[in-house]
C-alpha cells in the first residue's frame, strides 16, 4: 500500500500548498475560492433536475477543446441529459465557465471519498469521460462502483510513467477503474497491454477533429485583417517571456517589413506591461482597438484577452508556439498548422508527439535561440513560395489525422445499447 499512501499524502499536500499560495498567487487565489461552497453548487443544480447527465472532466482549456467534438456528438445522441463539465484548472474554468455547449460547468471540489459520493450523487451521470488525463482516484472508484460507464479519450502514456514502474500497482489500479480507453496511438496502447489492460484501442487525437472544425467555422475578425493588411504576418501562440524576448531581437534586428501578434499564455497586467515596454509606440493593445483604429505606425498587437487566438490564427503568415522552452509546457500546435502556416516552436516536446510529426512532415522546425529565429524568419520573408509549400503539407497532415471522434462515439453509443448488462440506464 507504500504507493496509495504516497498517492494521499501528495495529493494533500498539493491541496494545502494551494491554500497555502493563494494570498500570493493569482491562480492559485482562484482555485482555492472557487473551492468555496462548491458542494452546494452542485446540489442546487441537482435539486428539481430528474435527468441523468454525460459527465465530462478536463484538466483545463486545451483539454476542454480536445473533448469538444465528443461534446457535440453525444449531445446530439442524447438529447434527454444534460453535459456538465467539471475543470481543476482555473484558466479552462475561468475561460468555459459560460460556454453554451455546457448546462453546467464547475471546478472539481478537491478530493476526497465523501466528495467523490456526493458529486456523483448530485450528477447523476449517464456515463462519465475523462479527456486524456487528470486523474483523481476517489472520482474514478465512485463512479466504477456506482456501475457508470467511464471512459477515458485521447489518452497518451509514456514509458517512465508510474503505471509502469514496479512499484506503480496503486497506479495502476487508478487505471482499471476506467471501462475503455482510447489512446491517441499505438505506443501508449502497447504500455497499457503491458500492464495487462485491455479494454483499449486507439482512435487517435480528437484535436484534429476540433481544429479542423475551426477551419471550416474560421471567424471574420475585422480588427484583425485591418492590422494585418498586406503584410506578413506572425502569430507568437501562448508566449512565454523568452519567446517574447527571442522575438523582440528578431524584430529590432532583421531589416525586413513584418508585424506580430502575441497572444501571451499569462493575460495580466504585467506580462502585457513586458511585451509593450519591449516594443514601445510600434505596440497596441487589442482592447484599445475599434475597426476605425489607424493601424498605420503600428507592428505589434497584444490579444489581451482569452479566447481569441484560434480565430485570430487563419490571419497568420507563420506561428511562433509558446511553451517549448518550458518543461511540458509546449502549447497547441495543430490550430496553428490546421490554417496551413509554418511553425517553429522550442526543443523540450518529448510530451507532444503531434509536435514531433509536424517537424517529420517539414512543416514545423525547432529553434533554440534568438539567432535561429530569426533566420527561420527570414526564409519565409525572402520566399514566399516555400511558405506555400508548407502551407498546402500542414493542411493534409491535418486532413489526414481526423476521425478520432467519430471512432469514440460509435464505441460509446453500440457499447451502451449491444448488452444489457453494459447499457447505462439499468445502473
Not at 483499449?200 to 471574420?220: P, T
Amino acid at each position: 500500500m507504500p504507493g496509495k499512501i504516497f498517492y494521499l499524502l501528495s495529493t494533500q499536500a498539493y491541496f494545502l500548498i494551494v491554500k497555502l499560495f493563494a494570498p500570493f498567487n493569482k491562480r492559485a487565489q482562484l482555485l482555492y475560492h472557487g473551492q468555496k461552497g462548491l458542494l452546494k453548487k452542485f446540489e442546487d443544480f441537482a435539486k428539481g433536475n430528474a435527468k441523468k447527465s454525460i459527465w465530462f472532466h478536463v484538466a483545463s482549456l486545451g483539454e476542454f477543446e480536445q473533448g469538444r467534438p465528443i461534446m457535440e456528438a453525444l449531445k446530439k445522441e442524447y438529447p434527454e441529459c444534460k453535459l456538465v463539465v467539471t475543470f481543476f484548472s482555473p484558466s479552462g474554468y475561468e475561460s468555459r465557465k459560460n460556454d453554451p455547449i455546457c448546462e453546467a460547468t464547475f471546478y472539481l471540489p478537491f478530493e476526497s471519498k465523501i466528495n467523490a459520493e456526493r458529486v456523483v450523487k448530485y450528477l447523476n451521470p449517464k456515463l462519465a469521460i475523462w479527456i486524456k488525463y487528470d486523474f483523481w482516484f476517489a472520482y474514478l472508484h465512485e463512479l466504477k462502483n456506482k456501475n457508470i460507464p467511464l471512459y477515458l479519450c485521447a489518452a497518451q502514456f509514456r514509458k517512465n510513467q508510474l503505471f509502469f514502474k514496479p512499484f506503480g500497482n496503486f497506479h495502476r489500479q487508478i487505471l482499471k477503474q476506467f471501462t475503455y480507453i482510447f489512446c491517441q496511438n499505438e505506443n501508449s496502447k502497447s504500455l497499457l497491454n503491458s500492464i495487462g489492460i485491455t479494454n483499449c484501442s486507439v482512435s487517435g487525437d480528437n484535436r484534429y477533429d476540433r481544429v479542423y472544425e475551426s477551419l471550416q467555422q474560421a471567424a471574420h475578425l475585422p480588427i484583425i485583417e485591418k492590422f494585418k493588411g498586406t503584410d506578413f504576418l506572425l502569430i507568437a501562440g501562448s508566449s512565454y517571456e523568452l519567446e517574447e524576448s527571442f522575438l523582440e531581437f528578431a524584430f529590432s534586428t532583421l531589416n525586413k517589413s513584418f508585424k506580430i501578434i502575441f497572444a501571451p499564455h499569462f493575460v495580466e497586467a504585467k506580462q502585457i506591461h513586458l511585451i509593450e515596454t519591449r516594443f514601445g509606440m510600434e505596440c497596441i493593445k487589442y482592447s484599445e482597438c475599434t475597426i476605425e483604429t489607424n493601424f498605420t505606425d503600428k507592428k505589434v498587437l497584444i490579444i489581451d484577452s482569452i479566447g481569441l487566438l484560434a480565430k485570430a490564427y487563419r490571419y497568420g503568415d507563420a506561428a511562433f508556439i509558446g511553451g517549448g522552452f518550458e518543461e511540458n509546457g509546449l502549447h497547441n500546435t495543430l490550430e496553428a498548422a490546421t490554417f496551413g502556416m509554418p511553425i517553429c516552436f522550442g526543443p523540450k516536446i518529448k510530451r507532444f508527439p503531434e509536435a514531433a510529426e509536424l517537424i517529420h512532415e517539414d512543416v514545423a522546425s525547432i529553434v533554440l535561440n534568438k539567432t535561429e529565429l530569426s533566420i527561420w524568419i527570414t526564409k519565409f520573408l525572402d520566399d514566399k513560395n516555400y511558405q506555400k509549400n508548407i502551407a498546402q503539407k500542414s493542411r493534409e497532415f491535418i486532413a489526414r489525422n481526423i476521425g478520432a471522434t467519430e471512432k469514440v462515439v460509435k464505441y460509446i453509443i453500440t457499447s451502451s445499447t449491444s448488452s444489457p448488462a453494459q447499457h447505462p440506464d439499468n445502473f
